[in-house]
Nanobody
Framework: QVQLVESGGGLVQPGGSLSLSCAAS????????MGWYRQAPGKQRELVAS???????NYADSVKGRFTISRDNAKNTVYLQMNSLTPEDTAVYYC????????WGQGTQVTVSS
């Protein structure tokens, strides 16, 4: 089964940027639409961005205009560029299928704090 490994998280000041990557051990094309999710302490995991095989994107209102999702099917990698970060973006970020999920990776912690 495809395994997912997220990276790129860290500590950033409000207003800063981070770029996340999700490397898959197999074909992400087979998973169809891919998504980035996040889970903040005490909250449910939520889908914040998704991208179809063909590159059509969709964003949660909370991140629209600040986050950009992209994918490289040849490299089996999904990316999330995050700009204008706020403390409310603090969470563990995961990637997975946007419609059909597989086993979750460990995620990558994003902390936005001054």
């Amino acid at each position: 089964q495809v395994q997912l490994v997220e990276s790129g998280g860290g500590l950033v000041q409000p207003g800063g940027s981070l770029s996340l990557s999700c490397a898959a051990s197999g074909s992400i094309f087979s998973l169809g639409a891919m998504g980035w999710y996040r889970q903040a302490p005490g909250k449910q995991r939520e889908l914040v961005a998704s991208i179809t095989r063909g590159g059509r994107t969709n964003y949660a209102d909370s991140v629209k205009g600040r986050f950009t999702i992209s994918r490289d099917n040849a490299k089996n990698t999904v990316y999330l560029q995050m700009n204008s970060l706020t403390p409310e973006d603090t969470a563990v970020y995961y990637c997975n299928g946007a419609q059909t999920t597989i086993s979750w990776g460990q995620g990558t912690q994003v902390t936005v704090s001054s």
